[in-house]
């Protein structure tokens, strides 16, 4: 299984919005509802922040939220704040009992 | 409030075995919904899923990594453990415990992390 693809780098201003890509195959993204999302800090752990594609944990802001069209699942920020700065990773069901994670984005408030 | 700590040695040598510790506090070990997992990062790279594991001993492994990892679970202790035999350089991550929620996959919560090294 090889890793999804979500670009390296994503920008916003402060109150704007922004959306970061995560890119499968059928066999993962495209094909299972089970797409989620993690923030991390620098030098901290990852924490989670969408699941079910679209779903939000408790206490998670509703200016994260997340999306899914075909083999690609999206994270959107709204209302960008400088504590969103951090990585961002998805992850998805691949079937099989496996778990594939995308190579992260470094989003950066400017 | 579900709390996960991992422990073990900072650094292994090449061709031995990395072996780290889970500690669950908070809860239960032994939910039945719910598995309990090992994610790593590299220095400076992403995450990587190397598998997972249920309290009575289902376990599910990154396929890159059959072969080399066993997760096991002690009800007893509320712990659960990684071992990756082996190793090489490759192998040099922080390594992260988490609970999971098989099918719906996602990983929650998850440990602070642990920096293991493997050098001579």
């Known amino acids: 299984q090889s890793a999804l693809t979500q670009p390296p780098s994503a920008s916003g201003s402060p109150g704007q919005s922004v959306t970061i890509s995560c890119t499968g195959t059928?066999?993962?993204?495209?094909?299972?509802?089970?797409v989620s999302w993690y923030q991390q800090h620098p030098g901290k752990a990852p924490k989670f922040i969408i699941y079910?594609?679209?779903k939000r944990p408790s206490g998670v802001p509703d200016r994260f939220s997340g999306s899914k069209s075909g083999n690609t699942a999206s994270l959107t920020v709204s209302g960008l704040q400088a504590e969103d700065e951090a990585d961002y990773y998805c992850?998805?069901?691949?079937?099989?009992?496996?778990?594939?994670f995308g190579g992260g984005t470094k989003l950066t408030v400017l | 409030q579900l709390q996960l700590q991992e422990s073990g040695p900072g650094q292994v040598k090449p061709s031995e075995t990395l072996s780290l510790t889970c500690t669950v506090s908070g809860d239960s070990i032994s939910r039945s919904a719910y598995y309990w997992g090992w994610i790593r990062q590299p220095p400076g790279k992403g995450l990587e899923w190397i598998g997972s594991s249920s309290y009575s001993g289902s376990t599910y492994y990154n396929p890159s990594l059959k072969g080399r990892v066993t997760i096991s679970v002690d009800t007893s202790q509320s712990q659960f453990s990684l071992n990756l035999t082996s190793v090489t350089a490759a192998d040099t991550a922080v390594y992260y415990c988490?609970?999971?929620?098989?099918?719906?996959?996602?990983?929650?919560?998850w440990g602070q992390g642990t920096l293991v090294t493997v050098s001579s």
């Open positions: 059928s066999s993962d993204v495209g094909g299972y509802k089970y």
């Open positions: 992850s998805s069901y691949a079937g099989s009992n496996n778990v594939v």
């Open positions: 988490a609970r999971f929620k098989r099918f719906f996959n996602w990983f929650d919560p």
């Open positions: 079910e594609v679209t």
